[in-house]
């Protein structure tokens, strides 16, 4: 079990994963536009995969460290990253339009309201039921009622919602599985993180560029677009998830996963700056209540632990 230092260095760098996060539905929607969606994809993946990989050979002198990976970890984390992968690419880059792109985008974040509850349920962690029943409500409206701000109101996005596009579904699906994907990799240490993940990449970008070959033909992206997706490359994809990584092996995980609903604000945001969709009074109000929601469902957990600690005391 890790102690308590190094719990907080890994849950701040959970932290920083999820402000560089925040860049990630516009900037791949800006890199999707000018690659097409499944090359962009697989441009982005297969490069922040090799960046990775090569940084872990390094670091180890060669490649001996794919013989100290757990297996098991493999064959239950890597289909689920790739699904997300596909799910949350699809959601942004198959979007008719950018507004729908950016609600698609956000519909995925209903994974730091999941991974509380993967946390209960494949962690055995045993929180007060009504503040984080409460809490995980509070926020889903806060990011719903943040979503209304890109899809014209609150009124046109519950006319949205009775018409789900694929783009929503895709979003959704993404978002189990990233919450899923996050309580795995806590089930099972990693010897070598930056490993693992760098495989997971390469199999995820590689699966895209299957999927998107007749695309490729079709690419038209000018400079701007490049140093995009050497972004997305390098920052939103290799750095942020390799420390999620090791936050998810050392970290609080209830504690980030109640923080992380604070990413469809923050994202929301940029991606108005960037895709030049206007300001709204419902992102102040759902950011509110997204904040709002994050401590309320920490409570819930911390207030158990605190009972724990009272009772063993005495």
């Known amino acids: 079990m890790p102690n308590e230092g190094s ?8 932290l920083v994963s999820i402000l560089i996060w925040s860049t990630t539905v516009a900037t791949s929607r800006l890199v999707m536009e000018g690659f097409g969606v499944f090359p962009g994809a697989a441009v ?9 990989f090569s940084a872990t050979c390094l670091r180890y002198r060669g490649a001996g460290w794919i013989r100290r990976l757990s297996l098991p970890h493999l064959v239950r984390a890597g289909p689920v990253f790739v699904v997300y992968m596909l799910s949350m690419y699809g959601a942004v880059g198959l979007a008719r339009t950018r507004v729908e792109g950016i609600v698609g985008g956000l519909a995925n974040y209903i994974w ?7 946390s209960v349920l494949l962690l055995r962690a045993r929180p007060r039921a009504a503040p984080l029943v409460l809490g995980s409500a509070l926020a889903l409206v806060g ?36 919450g899923l994907y996050s309580v795995l990799g806590r089930l099972r240490r990693q010897a070598v993180p930056s490993g693992a993940l760098s495989l997971f990449l390469l199999t995820a970008g590689a699966v895209m560029a299957v999927i998107g ?10 400079l ?7 972004y997305m490359a390098c920052l939103p994809t290799s750095l942020a998830y390799w420390l999620w990584d ?11 996963g109640a923080a992380s609903n604070l990413i469809p604000i923050l994202s ?7 895709l030049g969709v206007g300001w709204r009074w419902e992102l102040i109000l759902g950011a509110g209540l997204v904040s709002l929601g994050a401590a309320v469902a920490r409570w819930a957990f911390r207030e158990r632990r605190a009972s724990r600690g009272n009772v063993e005391s005495t």
């Open 246 to 256: 090791l936050a998810m092996k050392d970290g609080d995980v209830p504690a980030l």
């Open 143 to 178: 990011i719903g009622i943040g979503a209304s701000a890109n899809a014209g109101g609150i009124a046109q996005l519950a006319a949205a919602l009775r018409n789900p596009t694929l783009s929503l579904g895709l979003g959704l699906v993404a978002g189990v599985a990233w």
């Open 224 to 230: 701007a677009t490049v140093l995009v997706a050497v």
């Open 7 to 14: 719990s907080r260095r890994a849950t701040s760098l959970g």
């Open 112 to 118: 730091p309201t999941l991974i509380l509850v993967f």
């Open 213 to 222: 070959v007749r695309e490729w033909g079709r690419i038209d992206a000018d």
């Open 268 to 274: 929301a945001s940029l991606a108005i700056a960037l």
């Open 44 to 52: 982005v993946l297969l490069a922040a995969g090799l960046i990775l």
